[in-house]
């Protein structure tokens, strides 16, 4: 069976500083997909970034990266110069087969002015 | 131009009634799933349908029926609602079950059973 684990249930930052929320998973299949999820006040789910678990290098978007550590099972999400608007909920995910996404607890990110 | 849509946003009905949500794609993918999210914000898969054919069912009580009358559209049907129920629904669509695509996420619908 597959789980995420958020451990993080809120995290809070100053504007401009960077945060980096926590995810660690476990699946014994070889081939998986780790993605983060943003989910403002408003509901819905926003895709940020993607990482394969046969990708060497790990993935960035803009402002945010994946810190993947695969040995620790672990997919740290990085925030760089947070912003008012990154106020959310994040949540990690994983996929194995058929598509499906398993889903953490998730995390709520306050930035601060 | 909306990627994944969902009809209704809002849904409030009694115990007991039968009602359906809608959900339709227009990004050309193959791979379309409904995604329940609690009161406590945990989401989890409901169904996947890939090609119009069910792959996925996670245990979720008979009395929810998804249907899927061509690929870009997967709608969900709930007969005899119960309090339990009251979530919000999210539809998704990816462009197949293999690889690192991304899932589109509809809007959700927030039902809430009364």
């Known amino acids: 069976a597959q789980k995420i684990t958020q451990t993080q249930p809120g995290m809070f930052v100053q504007e401009k500083e960077a945060v980096t929320l926590d995810c660690t998973y476990d699946?014994?299949?070889?081939?998986?997909?780790l993605f983060w999820y943003k989910q403002p006040s408003s509901g819905e789910m926003i895709f940020l970034i993607y990482?394969?678990?046969?990708?060497?290098q790990n993935a960035t978007e803009g402002r945010y990266s994946l810190n993947f550590q695969k040995a620790r099972k672990s997919a740290n999400l990085v925030i760089s110069a947070s912003q008012l608007g990154d106020s959310a909920m994040y949540f990690c995910?994983?996929?194995?087969?058929?598509?499906?996404?398993?889903f953490g607890q998730g995390t709520i990110l306050t930035v601060h002015p | 131009d909306t990627a994944v849509s969902q009809t209704p946003k809002y849904l409030v009905t009694q115990m007991g009634n039968d009602k359906s949500i809608k959900c339709e794609q227009n990004?050309?993918?193959?791979?379309m799933y409904w995604y329940k999210q609690d009161s406590k914000k945990f989401l989890k898969i409901m169904f996947s349908?890939?090609?119009?054919?069910?792959?996925i069912n996670e245990t979720v009580p008979n009395r929810f029926s998804p249907k899927s009358p061509d690929k870009a559209h997967l709608n969900l049907h709930i007969n005899s609602l119960e309090l339990g129920d009251s979530a919000v629904y999210f539809c998704?669509?990816?462009?197949?079950?293999?690889?690192?695509?991304?899932?589109?996420f509809g809007p959700g619908t927030r039902l809430t059973v009364l």
């Open positions: 998704a669509s990816s462009q197949d079950v293999r690889g690192g695509d991304e899932q589109f």
């Open positions: 699946t014994s299949d070889q081939s998986y997909g």
């Open positions: 990482q394969g678990s046969y990708d060497e």
């Open positions: 995910a994983m996929r194995v087969k058929y598509g499906k996404l398993t």
């Open positions: 990004l050309g993918h193959d791979t």
């Open positions: 349908y890939n090609n119009k054919e069910l792959i």
